[in-house]
């Protein structure tokens, strides 16, 4: 018996402490375990809940469900914003989602392109299948505009006459756009301009003049195109800043090795003519000597005219009447017979066409050509040591300055036909330099989500932390307090120290006290488990002397 309540039954702390508990405190204990570890694990998932990015937005109804259906193939995850305008993926994801829906063709769009070539039927008729052309060919110039980044939305509407044999009878196409474009977006007049032409170059015999751009209020953008030539395009300012600068690199590159490379400030104005003209004159010279003048043409003609003598005499009444008597006697009557003789004419005439001197000239004016030019040069003042070694500013000279002005005349090819100033100027700089302020560091880029980054994963780790040290820790604590002692702990001292004033037994359960400490202690951590492991080893090398302590310790009770 006394064997039976020596021998007690050893167990964990944990178990102990336990058994220890009521049932309502076991119930709590459990309660409060699983609130621990469903916080833990909601922590993680929300520490690793991916962030959402827009994949596409503004989708139509049909193109939104094909890719749903894309993305449930793939395994993506997804959400739809307030009102379905948009679908979200994981940030991580979107441009590999790109990528994947591009393959399959998503989003297809409103816009019917030359695929609708791809699906004839047999047996198609010449006119449906010109009108499945012309609904092609308009899908793909909407999609073509869409691609501007200003253009959310387009509808191309084309108008193709039938061809006719007749010339009266044929009739230009013609075409009509409407634009939707983005929130806050507009288009220049380059912009709409380059629009027009890429409609009219892509439908055959079709003039820039024949489209008709509109946008979706209805304003008439094509009219922007009027006068156009008024207007500087993107290409022709361009040209002009670049004249502008090339001759501002000029100046300076010949000026900063006479004042230094910080000491000179050059601006240039440049009137540029972008007019294009031609001219076409037709100019005579003046009439040349015969013999260097080139002959065209040359015409000669001859006649002779050989006839008998006719009837002589005066002509008239006085002819018919008979001859009066001479009243000189005749002379010489050869005479007569020579004058009745036969007579003869001769007719010469000669025509020569020389070559005219004429000259016809085209010219076609350069664009661009350079009207007026106006250039402002300053010059820093001369910095100067004196004896003491000190700086100083000195102004320039005249001559310098006469030097300077020289050579930024040659520089720019001054001109003063064309009207050209100049006007260069000695004035001393400010060392006064504008210092920006430092960005703070919350306003830099990046750091905003750095900052919610670190205070998702802190929170965790502040409720980690909060839970170890206000929930777990404190528990523990109460499961497992500081081991009381035994009571045959205390009658085995209490034997051991009555039994050093003792008869001859007493020495024996001294020694075997003795030898159980040595042999079954641990001196150096001495703790409950080890009394408990002792005391039963003694129990069972000698049960005698374990009995007489017993017995001591009742009586002594007692």
């Known amino acids: 018996m006394a064997d039976t309540?020596?021998?007690?039954?050893?167990?964990?702390?944990?178990?102990?402490?336990?058994?220890?508990?009521?049932?309502?405190?076991?119930?709590?204990?459990?309660?409060?375990?699983?609130?621990?570890?469903?916080?833990?694990?909601?922590?993680?998932?929300?520490?690793?809940?991916?962030?959402?990015r827009v994949l596409y937005s503004n989708l139509s109804d049909r193109d939104g469900g094909a890719i749903i259906e894309s993305l449930q193939q793939m395994n993506v995850?997804?959400?739809?914003?307030?009102?379905?305008?948009?679908?979200?993926?994981?940030?991580?994801?979107?441009?590999?989602?790109?990528?994947?829906l591009a393959s399959q063709g998503l989003p297809k769009g409103g816009n019917v392109g030359f695929e609708l070539m791809e699906n004839q039927k047999f047996g198609t008729s010449q006119f449906l299948e010109q009108v499945n052309y012309q609904r092609a060919l308009e899908g793909e110039l909407a999609r073509s505009v869409q691609t501007l980044a200003s253009v959310q939305s387009a509808r191309v509407h084309l108008a193709i006459p039938k061809p006719s044999v007749f010339v009266k009878d044929q009739q230009k196409p013609s075409a009509s756009v409407i634009l939707s474009l983005n929130a806050g977006r507009t288009l220049d007049a380059g912009q709409v301009s380059a629009i027009v032409h890429l409609i009219s170059s892509s439908v055959p015999e079709m003039s820039a003049k024949s489209v008709t751009l509109v946008d979706q209020n209805g304003t008439l953008l094509s009219a922007m195109r009027e006068g156009g030539t008024e207007v500087l395009?993107?290409?022709?300012?361009?040209?002009?800043?670049?004249i502008e600068q090339d001759y501002v690199k000029r100046i300076q590159d010949i000026i900063i090795p006479l004042v230094g490379?910080?000491?000179?400030?050059?601006?240039?104005?440049?009137?540029?003519?972008?007019?294009?003209?031609?001219?076409?004159?037709?100019?005579?010279?003046?009439?040349?000597?015969?013999?260097?003048?080139?002959?065209?043409?040359?015409?000669s003609t001859e006649s002779v005219n050989n006839g008998a003598g006719?009837?002589?005499?005066?002509?008239?009444?006085?002819?018919?009447?008979?001859?009066?008597?001479?009243?000189?006697?005749?002379?010489?009557?050869?005479?007569?017979?020579?004058?009745?003789?036969?007579?003869?004419?001769?007719?010469?005439?000669?025509?020569?066409?020389?070559?005219v001197d004429r000259t016809i000239r085209h010219t076609k004016l350069p664009v661009g050509s350079i009207k007026r030019m106006s250039v402002a040069v300053v010059v820093n003042h001369r910095t100067v040591l004196d004896k003491k070694g000190t700086p100083s500013s000195k102004p320039l000279s005249d001559e310098e300055k006469a030097q300077i002005t020289a050579l930024v005349k040659e520089a720019m090819g001054y001109d003063e036909k064309r009207g050209d100033s100049l006007e260069v100027i000695n004035s001393a700089?400010?060392?006064?330099?504008?210092?920006?302020?430092?960005?703070?560091?919350?306003?830099?880029?990046?750091?905003?989500?750095?900052?919610?980054?670190?205070?998702?994963?802190?929170?965790?780790?502040?409720?980690?932390?909060?839970l170890i040290f206000m929930v777990i820790r404190p528990a523990f604590k109460n499961l497992a307090p500081p081991?009381?002692?035994?009571?045959?702990?205390?009658?085995?001292?209490?034997?051991?120290?009555?039994?050093?004033?003792?008869?001859?037994?007493?020495?024996?359960?001294?020694?075997?006290?003795?030898?159980?400490?040595?042999?079954?202690?641990?001196?150096?951590?001495?703790?409950?488990?080890?009394?408990?492991?002792?005391?039963?080893?003694?129990?069972?090398?000698?049960?005698?002397?374990?009995?007489?302590v017993v017995k001591e310790w009742v009586n002594g009770n007692e």
Do not use: C
């Not at 998932?45 to 959402?52: L, V």
């Not at 972008?274 to 010279?285: C, D, I, P, R, V």
């Not at 060392?431 to 750095?450: F, R, S």
């Open 77 to 100: 995850p997804y959400k739809f914003t307030e009102g379905g305008g948009a679908v979200l993926v994981p940030a991580n994801l979107v441009h590999e989602t790109r990528l994947k």
């Open 310 to 355: 006719g009837p002589a005499g005066v002509p008239g009444a006085l002819s018919n009447q008979p001859p009066v008597p001479a009243t000189a006697p005749i002379v010489n009557p050869a005479s007569s017979v020579t004058s009745s003789a036969a007579t003869s004419s001769t007719h010469k005439e000669a025509t020569t066409n020389f070559e």
């Open 429 to 466: 700089f400010t060392d006064d330099k504008e210092v920006l302020p430092d960005v703070p560091l919350w306003k830099q880029p990046g750091m905003v989500d750095l900052a919610k980054e670190l205070l998702k994963y802190g929170l965790i780790a502040g409720v980690m932390l909060a």
């Open 5 to 52: 309540d020596i021998t007690t039954r050893s167990g964990s702390p944990l178990t102990q402490a336990l058994d220890r508990l009521s049932g309502s405190q076991k119930i709590g204990l459990m309660v409060a375990i699983a609130a621990i570890i469903a916080i833990v694990i909601g922590s993680v998932m929300w520490g690793q809940t991916p962030d959402y």
């Open 233 to 242: 395009d993107a290409s022709q300012l361009k040209y002009l800043r670049q």
């Open 483 to 548: 081991p009381p002692q035994e009571p045959g702990e205390e009658s085995g001292e209490s034997a051991a120290e009555g039994a050093t004033h003792q008869s001859g037994h007493d020495d024996a359960i001294a020694g075997a006290g003795a030898d159980a400490a040595s042999g079954g202690l641990n001196r150096s951590a001495p703790s409950y488990e080890n009394h408990v492991q002792a005391v039963k080893q003694l129990a069972q090398q000698d049960p005698k002397i374990v009995a007489t």
């Open 261 to 299: 490379a910080n000491n000179v400030r050059a601006q240039v104005t440049a009137d540029l003519d972008f007019s294009q003209s031609e001219q076409t004159a037709e100019s005579y010279g003046p009439n040349q000597p015969p013999n260097q003048a080139a002959v065209r043409s040359q015409q």
